[in-house]
């Protein structure tokens, strides 16, 4: 019988710390951490999805959904229900082939960066050496689902949606990287993990200070807010789908289950990049920068925690991206769209030099101080 | 025939087909899409060697934003919507290059290579900190040539694509490139000379 996988395979993605799904049994482990993936995009979405519907409710003066389940809270199981039983409708110009694949190339992408999130101390999928960089090349594939999504609709609006879509991408790429990278620089890793844990033992001048990013690199944490928000096509970046020039964008002819895959697909990169930004600024599952969970006992406190301190540090974290989400819910009510060649200035001329410039400033002072 | 095999044969006959797929097809858009199948494959293949962190850049550079760019940039200007299809046809003046490019390749690499070859079973796998310190201390003269030339590339290409299309040659202008002063969104009060007219002022 052949080996179940070879080593040499296993050891190309460097896992460095293992995470308490790694067990004996290798597709049961698998298995785990598969389901871990899922419930991040098809769980935590749909809350992100009700605090969404929620919070712009009371936001405008007005309840939000309030029929279904307690207080509305199983308004988007029924969406879903709904959307499954809707007619699947092609337009007659299609290209059907490309048109019915387009929302599982957003919606995978959308998928597959859950593995590389730390959630609570050991609740990860994986631990890549490469996790940060892993995220972000996964994380730019799901426009190709966006521009296919928008040509095979053989619609107009669509068509510009999705080159939309594409302009927006390309020019917040960087500045998304670039501000990571600091991140990377001032961590000394680009492993999930590690950038948590450096956040807990970071020292000044050979004091331990914990600190999180977020205060030694406030620009930084700027610039990756607004990339993320632009990457996302949140408003005020919401120019691709502007409802009141491209009727939706890109998802103008869809209909039914792959409108939900769309849809899903914003509400996972909303909880991936809040996850991410998480973990890269704020500290991942610590409380309070310093505070250790309770029951915790390596690596200055945040990992081997035991069951509880595992369920809270699990609970903080998704604490923090509930709270980036109704964050981003806010700027939604908040602010009007902004105009595309502002968009572009925005990124080219203002947050790209300013991304080099900080990460000047963080390889200064990771090497002087 | 290890696991290992039967995952390298299948992203092999996907990655291939892809490619077969990305020249023969007569639509340019589908062309594109066969090119991101083929380079995502090649980026699984990075992954099957071990080297995870070039499938990564594999992905990132090449799926994530040349392919995006392949397909902007034929969306902006030539798209057909929908099933439309187009033939450059300059179909065996392409075969006669890529089968020059391709004997050239074979022979280059048999030579440089053909004598050491890598164990066949086990890939090496490496962190990225050892790549790092290889790219910036042994290879950082290369990598700077090269880092120079993509720069000159793209000023390069800044400066041709300002340059007006046309009558191409000899006296080419550059085209006048305004911006309103203020943020309005006011027509300019002279429409932009037409492309390629050349002529007065």
Same mark, same amino acid.
């Given at each position: 019988?052949?080996?179940?996988?070879?080593?040499?395979?296993?050891?190309?993605?460097?896992?460095?710390?293992?995470?308490?799904?790694?067990?004996?049994?290798?597709?049961?482990?698998?298995?785990?951490?598969?389901?871990?993936?899922?419930?991040?995009?098809?769980?935590?979405?749909?809350?992100?999805?009700?605090?969404?519907?929620?919070?712009?409710?009371?936001?405008?003066?007005?309840?939000?959904?309030?029929?279904?389940?307690?207080?509305?809270?199983?308004?988007?199981?029924?969406?879903?229900?709904?959307?499954?039983?809707?007619?699947?409708?092609?337009?007659?110009?299609?290209?059907?082939?490309?048109?019915?694949?387009?929302?599982?190339?957003?919606?995978?992408?959308?998928?597959?960066?859950?593995?590389?999130?730390?959630?609570?101390?050991?609740?990860?999928?994986?631990?890549?050496?490469?996790?940060?960089?892993?995220?972000?090349?996964?994380?730019?594939?799901?426009?190709?689902?966006?521009?296919?999504?928008?040509?095979?609709?053989?619609?107009?609006?669509?068509?510009?949606?999705?080159?939309?879509?594409?302009?927006?991408?390309?020019?917040?790429?960087?500045?998304?990287?670039?501000?990571?990278?600091?991140?990377?620089?001032?961590?000394?890793?680009?492993?999930?993990?590690?950038?948590?844990?450096?956040?807990?033992?970071?020292?000044?001048?050979?004091?331990?200070?914990?600190?999180?990013?977020?205060?030694?690199?406030?620009?930084?944490?700027?610039?990756?807010?607004?990339?993320?928000?632009?990457?996302?096509?949140?408003?005020?970046?919401?120019?691709?789908?502007?409802?009141?020039?491209?009727?939706?964008?890109?998802?103008?002819?869809?209909?039914?289950?792959?409108?939900?895959?769309?849809?899903?697909?914003?509400?996972?990169?909303?909880?991936?990049?809040?996850?991410?930004?998480?973990?890269?600024?704020?500290?991942?599952?610590?409380?309070?920068?310093?505070?250790?969970?309770?029951?915790?006992?390596?690596?200055?406190?945040?990992?081997?925690?035991?069951?509880?301190?595992?369920?809270?540090?699990?609970?903080?974290?998704?604490?923090?991206?509930?709270?980036?989400?109704?964050?981003?819910?806010?700027?939604?009510?908040?602010?009007?769209?902004?105009?595309?060649?502002?968009?572009?200035?925005?990124?080219?001329?203002?947050?790209?030099?300013?991304?080099?410039?900080?990460?000047?400033?963080?390889?200064?002072?990771?090497?002087?101080? | 025939?290890?696991?290992?095999?039967?995952?390298?044969?299948?992203?092999?006959?996907?990655?291939?087909?892809?490619?077969?797929?990305?020249?023969?097809?007569?639509?340019?858009?589908?062309?594109?899409?066969?090119?991101?199948?083929?380079?995502?494959?090649?980026?699984?293949?990075?992954?099957?060697?071990?080297?995870?962190?070039?499938?990564?850049?594999? =992905?990132?550079?090449? !799926?994530? $934003?040349?392919?995006?760019?392949?397909?902007? /940039?034929?969306?902006?200007?030539?798209? @057909? %919507?929908?099933?439309?299809?187009?033939?450059?046809?300059?179909?065996?003046?392409?075969?006669?290059?890529?089968?020059?490019?391709?004997?050239?390749?074979?022979?280059?690499?048999?030579?440089?290579?053909?004598?050491?070859?890598?164990?066949?079973?086990?890939?090496?796998?490496?962190?990225?900190?050892?790549?790092?310190?290889?790219?910036?201390?042994?290879?950082?003269?290369?990598?700077?040539?090269?880092?120079?030339?993509?720069?000159?590339?793209? =000023?390069?290409?800044? !400066?041709? $694509?300002?340059?007006?299309?046309?009558?191409? /040659?000899?006296?080419?202008?550059?085209? @006048? %490139?305004?911006?309103?002063?203020?943020?309005?969104?006011?027509?300019?009060?002279?429409?932009?000379?037409?492309?390629?007219?050349?002529?007065?002022?």
């Amino acid at each position: 019988m052949m080996p179940l996988l070879d080593v040499s395979v296993a050891e190309g993605l460097v896992a460095q710390s293992a995470s308490i799904l790694t067990l004996d049994n290798f597709w049961l482990s698998a298995l785990l951490k598969i389901l871990l993936c899922t419930v991040m995009l098809m769980v935590v979405s749909l809350v992100g999805g009700y605090l969404e519907h929620k919070a712009m409710g009371h936001l405008q003066n007005r309840t939000g959904p309030m029929e279904a389940g307690p207080h509305g809270s199983l308004q988007l199981v029924a969406d879903g229900i709904k959307f499954v039983q809707k007619e699947d409708i092609v337009p007659r110009a299609a290209d059907k082939l490309v048109f019915a694949v387009a929302p599982g190339v957003a919606l995978v992408p959308a998928l597959l960066g859950f593995l590389v999130i730390p959630i609570g101390p050991g609740v990860w999928a994986e631990d890549l050496e490469i996790g940060l960089f892993y995220a972000l090349a996964i994380g730019s594939i799901g426009v190709l689902g966006i521009l296919m999504g928008g040509w095979a609709s053989a619609n107009k609006f669509s068509l510009i949606g999705g080159i939309r879509a594409a302009a927006q991408l390309i020019a917040y790429e960087l500045p998304l990287i670039l501000a990571a990278a600091a991140v990377a620089v001032q961590a000394g890793s680009l492993s999930l993990v590690d950038i948590v844990e450096s956040q807990a033992t970071m020292s000044i001048f050979g004091t331990p200070v914990s600190m999180w990013f977020v205060f030694p690199q406030l620009l930084g944490f700027g610039i990756f807010v607004m990339a993320a928000l632009a990457e996302l096509s949140r408003p005020p970046f919401d120019m691709p789908i502007a409802d009141s020039e491209l009727v939706f964008g890109y998802m103008t002819e869809y209909t039914g289950i792959k409108f939900a895959m769309f849809l899903l697909t914003e509400y996972g990169g909303m909880i991936f990049m809040s996850g991410l930004i998480t973990v890269l600024y704020l500290g991942g599952w610590q409380a309070l920068p310093g505070v250790p969970l309770p029951g915790c006992e390596a690596a200055a406190g945040i990992s081997d925690c035991g069951v509880w301190g595992t369920l809270l540090g699990v609970g903080i974290t998704l604490g923090k991206i509930m709270a980036l989400v109704f964050f981003m819910v806010w700027l939604r009510v908040a602010y009007p769209r902004l105009r595309e060649d502002q968009l572009q200035k925005i990124s080219w001329l203002v947050l790209i030099p300013l991304s080099l410039v900080n990460i000047a400033i963080v390889a200064i002072g990771k090497v002087a101080l | 025939m290890t696991s290992l095999d039967i995952v390298f044969i299948l992203v092999a006959v996907v990655t291939g087909g892809a490619a077969v797929m990305t020249v023969t097809s007569r639509n340019l858009v589908h062309a594109a899409l066969f090119l991101g199948v083929t380079l995502a494959g090649i980026g699984a293949t990075f992954l099957l060697l071990a080297a995870d962190f070039v499938a990564m850049v594999q =992905v990132v550079v090449y !799926l994530g $934003a040349i392919t995006v760019l392949f397909l902007f /940039g034929l969306m902006l200007t030539r798209a @057909p %919507i929908g099933r439309e299809t187009l033939d450059s046809r300059n179909r065996p003046m392409a075969m006669v290059v890529s089968a020059a490019l391709f004997g050239i390749l074979v022979v280059l690499i048999v030579r440089a290579f053909g004598s050491n070859q890598f164990p066949a079973t086990e890939p090496i796998s490496s962190s990225v900190a050892d790549l790092g310190m290889a790219i910036f201390s042994t290879w950082v003269f290369p990598f700077e040539v090269v880092s120079m030339m993509l720069l000159a590339a793209l =000023v390069g290409a800044v !400066l041709l $694509a300002r340059r007006q299309s046309g009558d191409s /040659g000899t006296e080419t202008r550059v085209t @006048p %490139i305004r911006e309103a002063l203020d943020d309005s969104t006011e027509e300019l009060d002279r429409a932009p000379a037409e492309l390629g007219s050349g002529g007065e002022r």
